[in-house]
């Protein structure tokens, strides 16, 4: 058994055949409010993603009191107990019902990345239409079959892991009954920098996988989500605020509104110009052909003189004979009198 190479999450086709499908994730950006986060719904569905995303975790759920402090200096969360992060970044549960319901209102699909498996169970009370993996969960292999036994379509983020991470992975959701699967190449660093994305990646996993491949993507604005586009990414992931400015876990690498808008935009036009592979020109290309240049008579002759440089030119428009028959005709003869201005033909010369 594979997977799909097209399916459908929700009413959204998903595929390379269709447009981006372009996630925008709430995450902890809700700062702890219902009112925001019901705000960053409603300014995602303005951008013209298709949809939201939370996060579906508590603190207890995913870690313990006291057992780990980031000493990363690099880290955005320096100093920060583990259990006491989450805390502040979590989504209350009681929160999801009414999120879900005014991302319905507001024609998005609304899902979420479940921590561990009773997440899953609280989850499946909500029709989700998807479940999303975060790359820290990828091999937490008993949520990968939690997750595939649903039947429902996974998107599962490939950051902080090996090859083999992700090949183990992939065939445990497989064998699992997962069957409609996109995998996101994802550099699980906040933010990331384009030269530590490696989207040409994304190519080489759709083979190597044999499945759907999108991008989960931590840098700053838009220009690595669109090259991925370019690349057959057919999924797309961003965090999303209303401000970075407003503060919040993850507000520093999340993109705005204005930002998320462009994104839906250019990277439809990055899909558009995917088109296929061809030579052929376009029906407009052929209106312009005439623009393209031929040999002209530029200087006025009688019938029987000799064809030179100084009374032909290869000048626009393309109206006579093609540039490539210039040293051919020369030293030929003219056959006819003709003025200045003539696009030559071959039945021209003798």
């Not at 313990?64 to 980031?70: A, L, Q």
């Not at 993109?255 to 808008?261: I, L, Q, T």
């Not at 462009?262 to 558009?272: F, G, I, P, T, Y």
Request: charged residues 25%.
């Amino acid at each position: 058994m594979g997977f799909n190479t097209s399916f459908k999450i929700g009413m959204h086709d998903i595929g390379e055949g269709f447009r981006p499908f372009i996630i925008a994730e709430m995450s902890g950006n809700h700062n702890q409010s219902l009112e925001r986060a019901l705000e960053i719904v409603d300014a995602a569905a303005a951008t013209g993603v298709q949809a939201i995303k939370l996060q579906t975790y508590t603190a207890d759920t995913i870690t313990m009191e006291n057992v780990f402090t980031i000493e990363d200096k690099n880290s955005l969360w320096k100093g920060k107990d583990l259990h006491t992060l989450y805390k502040e970044a979590y989504t209350p549960w009681e929160w999801h019902a009414p999120i879900f319901q005014r991302a319905k209102e507001k024609g998005l699909l609304c899902f979420s990345s479940p921590f561990d498996e009773s997440s899953v169970d609280f989850l499946e009370t909500l029709n989700v239409p998807c479940y999303k993996i975060a790359s820290f969960e990828n091999t937490h292999h008993p949520l990968l079959k939690k997750v595939a036994a649903t039947g429902k379509p996974v998107i599962m983020s490939t950051g902080v892991s090996s090859f083999d991470d992700i090949k183990e992975s992939v065939e445990v959701l497989r064998k699992a009954g997962c069957t409609n699967l996109v995998i996101l190449k994802c550099t699980s660093t906040y933010p990331a920098s384009p030269e530590n994305t490696n989207i040409s990646t994304i190519p080489d996993m759709r083979e190597k996988f044999n499945c759907l491949v999108g991008l989960s993507d931590h840098t700053m604005g838009i220009g690595v989500s669109v090259g991925a586009v370019a690349l057959g990414a057919c999924v797309l992931e961003k965090h999303f605020t209303l401000s970075r400015a407003d503060g919040g876990v993850d507000s520093t690498f999340s993109m705005e509104p204005a930002e998320m808008k462009m994104l839906v935009e250019e990277s439809e036009k990055a899909w558009l110009a995917r088109g296929k592979v061809s030579y052929d020109l376009t029906e407009k290309e052929k209106n312009s052909l005439v623009f393209k240049r031929s040999i002209y008579v530029s200087a006025n002759v009688e019938e029987g003189t000799t064809i030179t440089e100084q009374n032909i030119r290869v000048i626009r428009p393309a109206m006579g004979l093609a540039p490539k028959y210039y040293f051919e005709v020369l030293g030929k003869k003219f056959n006819k009198k003709l003025p200045k201005g003539t696009p030559l033909k071959m039945e021209d010369i003798s």
